[in-house]
């Protein structure tokens, strides 16, 4: 390659590397060129199948909404609570098949509260089908609002159902389930007028499909919430995006389907038209660089003859001559002004050389030890700043869980001793008032005929209600006294000041303190909440006003397994439920004021995983979006207002469940799915 570059000419040696560089630049250029058009089809493509799954999503969630208008509007008929109430099955078909007929339901079932069923109405197709309905039914037997997905045993059908309770003004009647199918014809009323398929699979298994082709096999679809991708069946290949649509208990996998066969052809063309434009490119720039090479290479002869003449004679007196005014002229008086300075400037050159070396090395040793210095103190000092704002948020936790629980257990004691002295008194005075009402008995039993000054005191006192009523009020008086004991009982289980620091406690008893201090939160209260108005679903418009509701009383279920008692700090995990608790209060409260929960729910659960015991605290309010969850345990984060929130509770809960007791602290959430919080805590 050096000796054929050699034998080469001027012209063409200057010819030759830059048309190298520019043919170069330019196949690179058309391929980015390419390469962006191709991405921005393909990328339009996948924004056309992104924004149909979304629709699908939302025409899925309009079926759902029908469906829920539906089965009030049945619900709500004065006639079916009177048939329900009287268990005429005669009344109620009379009544729900004309129902069934115009809002062409697949199905409606009527229950009453034990779960008996008074009506099994069904499509012919569905006659002889066993639905898997088990949980459905007892859930809605209970007069609960479900929104869920019930399977067909032995088939690959799926229904989407409603449940709603019948009640009336002497309270809960029954319920009833209306459903439709999700079958190919819903598919097929969803994709009308477009191009793409729709796949909707359950557990792996193709449910319904306007695809034929993707009934026959297995394929490997792309897992929901991501991008569309391409994936090919029966030998043809199409973009591909799955969407979930979730029930109660079950979800549903939807998978979109786009032909790009016209985005491979587009492609293709486009590659074809890119490579004419490239070879017409290069002919144009060959015949430009060999015209501009010629004309430069003319002018250079005469100053490289002069060149020769130096190099050879040594004679820097010599002169190139300066026929032109450009480039070429320019830097032929360069050249005959470098033969006049050149011994001057090597010798310049050489002594400049030594000194920049010598400099050069002095310079970068010492910014190379000057770096290394700034860069070890800027690290000791974030680590400094970070342990220092770790300790002070624990020291600042410490003393305020400290001077609460001095206060809590102090304030507990001064309550417990005459609280005690009235409980214990109490038996003692029931007693002496039993024995008394005893001795007035006999004695209105042997003196019939009392004197009547005793007569006329007897009938002022009333003497037959004071015997009826006077036990009442002790009851009463020691059933008030048993609940401020509880409560006595509960605030020092809470500070656990009593007890060792750390010791064998019953994570239960710690969770029913903790909820019996919240009460007063948990109970029913008067807050200003928001109305919402008629919807107009094909406008998107729902009408908002202030108004002032009541919150019902937040129910707190507990499912409690038989688990052991553990080793922990029992304070700091009381301190946890505390926070966590007080978290989904807060959760759900901001939930019913912006009218987005009706029934405030809370669930307890616990149980024994292996060798630790795990428990689950989870609320139905609106949930955690995905982008802040992992932020929830920083220290200081926080989404409350100013004043209602310090970012530190989350925090020091995590510290104090993975560093203290060696666990794990996790959440789990999803927006308008409710949060949940799984704590995890080694028995030993």
């Not at 539906?70 to 079916?80: G, P, V, W």
């Not at 009934?215 to 799955?242: M, V």
């Not at 003859?305 to 002169?319: C, G, I, K, P, Y």
């Not at 001795?439 to 002022?460: D, G, S, T, V």
Request: aromatic fraction near 6%; include cysteine.
């Amino acid at each position: 390659m050096q000796r054929f570059f050699r034998r080469l000419r001027l012209s063409q040696k200057i010819v030759l590397p830059l048309l190298g560089v520019y043919l170069s630049v330019f196949m690179l250029g058309l391929v980015v060129l390419g390469h962006w058009f191709t991405d921005s089809l393909q990328q339009n493509f996948i924004q056309q199948i992104e924004s149909f799954a979304e629709r699908v999503y939302q025409d899925f969630q309009y079926e759902q909404q029908t469906l829920e208008t539906e089965i009030e509007l049945i619900a709500n008929r004065e006639m079916l609570n009177q048939a329900v109430e009287q268990r005429n099955q005669g009344l109620l078909l009379q009544i729900l098949l004309p129902v069934k007929s115009v809002l062409k339901l697949d199905w409606i079932k009527v229950i009453d509260t034990q779960g008996n069923v008074l009506v099994d109405l069904r499509n012919n197709s569905l006659n002889q089908a066993k639905f898997l309905d088990e949980v459905i039914t007892s859930t809605a037997s209970r007069g609960a609002h479900l929104v869920d997905l019930v399977d067909v045993e032995s088939k690959q059908q799926v229904l989407q159902v409603i449940t709603n309770g019948i009640k009336s003004s002497a309270g809960l009647l029954g319920s009833i389930i209306i459903g439709n199918l999700v079958d190919d014809t819903l598919l097929q009323k969803i994709a009308a007028g477009s191009s793409k398929h729709l796949i909707v699979q359950r557990q792996n298994r193709v449910v319904a499909a306007t695809l034929l082709a993707a009934k026959a096999g297995t394929w490997q679809f792309p897992p929901p919430n991501l991008l569309a991708r391409r994936i090919t069946i029966d030998n043809k290949n199409y973009l591909a995006k799955s969407i979930v649509f979730t029930g109660a208990s079950q979800s549903l996998t939807i998978t979109v389907l786009d032909s790009i066969s016209l985005l491979e052809v587009t492609q293709w063309k486009l590659w074809e038209h890119l490579g004419l434009l490239f070879l017409l490119g290069s002919s144009i720039l060959v015949v430009i660089g060999f015209l501009i090479a010629r004309t430069i290479t003319r002018h250079l002869k005469a100053v490289t003859q002069v060149a020769q003449r130096v190099t050879q004679e040594s004679n820097f007196d010599l002169q190139a001559p300066v026929t032109t005014e450009d480039e070429v002229g320019i830097l032929a008086i360069s050249f005959n002004q470098l033969i006049q300075q050149v011994k001057r400037l090597l010798a310049q050159q050489s002594e400049a050389n030594q000194k920049l070396e010598v400099y050069s090395q002095t310079l970068e040793e010492k910014v190379e030890e000057r770096t290394q210095a700034l860069r070890q103190k800027n690290i000791l000092l974030k680590d400094t700043l970070q342990e220092l704002k770790h300790t002070q948020s624990q020291l600042i936790q410490n003393e305020k869980m400290s001077s609460l629980g001095h206060l809590v257990a102090g304030i507990a004691h001064e309550i417990n001793n005459p609280v005690n002295f009235i409980y214990g008194n109490l038996k003692y005075t029931d007693d002496y008032t039993q024995q008394l009402l005893v001795l007035l008995q006999l004695y209105q039993k042997h003196y019939p005929n009392p004197e009547p000054e005793i007569q006329n005191a007897k009938e002022e006192a009333d003497i037959e209600y004071l015997t009826e009523d006077l036990p009442k009020m002790l009851t009463s008086m020691k059933i008030g006294a048993d609940r401020i004991r509880e409560i006595v009982l509960s605030l020092r289980i809470f500070s656990r000041l009593d007890e060792a620091e750390f010791k064998t406690a019953d994570i239960h008893e710690g969770i029913d303190s903790t909820l019996l201090i919240l009460q007063h939160r948990i109970k029913f209260q008067s807050v200003d909440a928001y109305s919402y108005g008629e919807a107009s679903y094909a406008k998107g418009l729902v009408e908002k006003r202030l108004v002032n509701r009541h919150r019902p009383q937040i129910s707190v279920i507990k499912d409690y397994a038989e688990i052991p008692k553990i080793q922990c700090f029992a304070g700091q995990l009381n301190q946890v439920f505390m926070n966590i608790l007080a978290n989904a209060i807060d959760a759900l409260e901001e939930a019913f004021h912006n009218g987005l929960c009706s029934e405030p729910i809370i669930r307890i659960s616990s149980g024994q995983v292996n060798e630790n015991v795990v428990v689950h605290i989870v609320d139905n309010g609106t949930g955690i979006p995905e982008a802040i969850q992992s932020l929830l345990f920083d220290p200081f984060f926080t989404t409350k207002p100013v004043g209602k929130g310090t970012g530190m509770g989350l925090s020091i809960s995590y510290q104090i469940i993975t560093e203290k007791h060696g666990g794990s602290l996790r959440c789990v959430s999803s927006p308008g799915q409710g949060t949940e919080f799984v704590i995890t805590i080694p028995i030993r």
